[in-house]
């Protein structure tokens, strides 16, 4: 007998918090690859740096490459590279593939918790241990909230109206 990924009556059975985490991971690896080569097309011929005028214009075009990246897969394949290796797909609560607006929402929203848990290593690894850990609130409770959720959505698929799926 092959495993449902329905629930009773209520639609597609939700992603666990690990295999969720496992495409996470597997997805940061191609971003920094995909984002390392952006920064080589630009920093190689210009030589932009931290603390140039240039720099927020720099990080400004790397967040963007990588919304692209992502939003790309989302809304085309329905899955980024490490979504599809673990068996996921993202859909928008209709069941449709999302739209630009939905995959904008879900990457702001994932960068809202992201960027705190970012400071948090900062932090501490300058001896701010207290703010250190405060800052990876935002993120935990992020990814809890899928703990929770009915449907198996974090904080960034709830704003952004999309869930993860099991792909058969």
Known sequence: MVPSTHTAGHGPAPVSLG???????????LAFAVLFLAAAVVVVPTAVEPGSAAYPVFLAY???????????HWIHRGA?????????????????PPTWGAAMKRYLAAWAAFAPAGMAVHRMLHGDLLWGLLLWI????????????????????RISGTRLVRTP
Request: proline share 3%; aromatic share 16%; net charge neutral.
């Open 19 to 29: 295999r969720r985490l496992l495409a996470l991971i597997y997805d940061a690896l």
């Open 62 to 72: 790397l967040y963007t490459v990588l919304f692209f990246y992502l939003g790309w």
């Open 80 to 96: 980024t590279l490490g979504m599809r290796t673990w068996g996921l797909r993202l859909v928008a609560d209709d069941g449709r």
């Open 138 to 157: 935002p993120l935990l409770a992020d990814y809890a909230m899928a703990l929770v959720d009915p449907a198996g959505r974090a904080w960034h698929d």
